[in-house]
C-alpha cells in the first residue's frame, strides 16, 4: 500500500471488511507505488492497494494481473484559514507573489499526478515550491500551519477541514482518482501463491464491486 492510502483509506477499509470477515488478519507494507509494484511483481504480497489517475496508470500486464476499482478520491489544494472559512490564498493569486507550495518529492505518484495536471494547465508559474516530501501527511501537518498550500486527498483531510484547520483553496484544480486493487492471477503466479484468505477475500470483492456496476448510485460514491 502506497503510505498516503495507508494513513488515509486502508483503517476504514479494512473496519468495513471485518464486518464480513471477523477473523481476517493483514500485514500492511507501506511503499511507494513503485516499490509497491514490485513487491506484487516478486510474489512478496497478496494484494496490492494503490491510486490510480490516467496520466500514470500502473503498468501490470491485465493479462497476468486482476483488478478491482474499490472507489473513487478527490484531490485537491488545502491550505490554512486565514478569518472566515477560507484558505489564506486563492488559485491565482493575482498582483501577488507567487503561493508557497508544499510538494510531493520528486518521484512520488501523487506528485507525479498533480505536476501532470498542472502542468497541462499551465498552473506551475504562479507557485513557488517551497517544501516537498514523499508523505501526504507531512504536507497536511505543513499547510496547517500556514506554510503553503497543499494537494491532499479529501478523504485524508475531512477532520481538519470540520475542526477549520484547513480549508479547500478556492478555484484550485480538482483531481479525481480510483483506488484500486491488484493481485497475480492464480493461474500466472509463478512465485508465492495466494494465501486462501486472499483469494477468499477477492472474491468478495470481486461481487461487491459487481453489485456497485449494477447499482449505479453507490457505484457512484466519493471515498
Given at each position: 500500500?502506497p503510505?498516503?492510502l495507508a494513513?488515509?483509506f486502508?483503517?476504514h477499509?479494512?473496519?468495513?471488511?471485518?464486518?464480513?470477515?471477523?477473523?481476517?488478519?493483514?500485514?500492511?507494507?507501506?511503499?511507494?507505488?513503485?516499490?509497491a509494484?514490485?513487491?506484487?511483481?516478486?510474489g512478496?504480497c497478496d494484494?496490492?492497494?494503490a491510486?490510480?489517475?490516467?496520466?500514470h496508470?500502473i503498468?501490470?500486464?491485465?493479462?497476468?494481473?486482476d483488478?478491482?476499482v474499490?472507489?473513487?478520491?478527490?484531490?485537491?489544494?488545502?491550505?490554512?484559514?486565514?478569518?472566515g472559512?477560507?484558505?489564506?490564498w486563492?488559485w491565482?493569486?493575482k498582483?501577488?507573489?507567487?503561493i508557497p507550495f508544499?510538494a510531493?518529492a520528486?518521484?512520488?505518484?501523487?506528485?507525479?499526478?498533480?505536476?501532470?495536471?498542472?502542468k497541462?494547465?499551465n498552473d506551475?508559474?504562479?507557485?513557488?515550491?517551497?517544501?516537498?516530501?514523499e508523505m501526504s501527511?507531512?504536507?497536511?501537518?505543513?499547510?496547517?500551519?500556514g506554510?503553503?498550500?497543499?494537494f491532499?486527498?479529501?478523504?485524508?483531510?475531512?477532520?481538519?477541514?470540520a475542526?477549520r484547520?484547513l480549508?479547500?483553496?478556492?478555484?484550485?484544480?480538482?483531481?479525481?482518482?480510483?483506488?484500486?486493487?491488484y493481485r497475480?492471477?492464480?493461474?500466472?503466479?509463478?512465485?508465492?501463491?495466494?494465501?486462501t484468505?486472499?483469494n477468499?477475500?477477492?472474491d468478495?470483492?470481486?461481487?461487491?464491486?459487481?453489485?456497485s456496476?449494477?447499482?449505479?448510485?453507490?457505484?457512484?460514491?466519493?471515498?
Amino acid at each position: 500500500v502506497p503510505h498516503s492510502l495507508a494513513v488515509s483509506f486502508f483503517p476504514h477499509w479494512m473496519a468495513d471488511l471485518r464486518a464480513a470477515f471477523p477473523q481476517l488478519k493483514s500485514r500492511l507494507m507501506a511503499f511507494n507505488v513503485h516499490d509497491a509494484v514490485l513487491r506484487l511483481v516478486e510474489g512478496s504480497c497478496d494484494l496490492l492497494l494503490a491510486y490510480h489517475h490516467p496520466s500514470h496508470p500502473i503498468a501490470l500486464d491485465p493479462v497476468h494481473y486482476d483488478m478491482l476499482v474499490l472507489g473513487h478520491e478527490r484531490m485537491t489544494a488545502y491550505a490554512k484559514p486565514l478569518g472566515g472559512k477560507d484558505a489564506g490564498w486563492s488559485w491565482r493569486n493575482k498582483g501577488q507573489a507567487k503561493i508557497p507550495f508544499l510538494a510531493y518529492a520528486s518521484g512520488a505518484y501523487l506528485g507525479l499526478v498533480v505536476e501532470s495536471v498542472l502542468k497541462r494547465s499551465n498552473d506551475l508559474a504562479h507557485l513557488e515550491r517551497v517544501y516537498e516530501t514523499e508523505m501526504s501527511e507531512g504536507l497536511r501537518a505543513m499547510a496547517m500551519e500556514g506554510q503553503g498550500i497543499a494537494f491532499l486527498p479529501s478523504s485524508g483531510v475531512q477532520g481538519e477541514v470540520a475542526r477549520r484547520s484547513l480549508a479547500a483553496v478556492a478555484d484550485a484544480p480538482v483531481i479525481d482518482l480510483e483506488v484500486r486493487i491488484y493481485r497475480q492471477r492464480p493461474a500466472q503466479s509463478s512465485g508465492k501463491t495466494p494465501t486462501t484468505a486472499a483469494n477468499q477475500l477477492w472474491d468478495h470483492l470481486a461481487q461487491s464491486a459487481s453489485a456497485s456496476e449494477a447499482a449505479p448510485d453507490r457505484g457512484k460514491s466519493k471515498l
